[in-house]
């Protein structure tokens, strides 16, 4: 019996060391996979940065034209200026320039 125990042994070993090779394997290639898909997403990140901080002060510039507009005398100006319209008993005015020669 200590015989056959004996044979048994080696390829039990081996087999153990197989697979430990085997799972240190495959986690060093996830963990490869994992920081090359890191790397990608940070350079994705810097390629993104300038266009993210363009929208954020598009939308800062977008807000400031709401509040405005919302504004109480902005119909009364924007008729006065963009309409050309006058309250009643007013006089609008309206200067030619000359041409240039």
Request: hydrophobic letters at 45%.
């Amino acid at each position: 019996m200590k015989t056959k125990k004996s044979r048994q042994e080696p390829w039990g070993m081996i087999a153990a060391g197989l697979a430990a090779v085997v799972v240190i394997g495959t986690l060093t290639w996830g963990l490869w996979k994992q920081i090359h898909r890191l790397q990608e997403l940070a350079a994705a990140e810097a390629e993104l940065a300038p266009l993210v901080a363009y929208e954020q002060d598009r939308n800062e510039a977008l807000l400031r034209t709401l509040d405005h507009i919302s504004s109480p005398g902005y119909p009364e100006e924007w008729a006065r200026v963009h309409a050309g319209m006058t309250r009643p008993g007013e006089v609008r005015l309206v200067v030619s320039l000359p041409e240039p020669p």
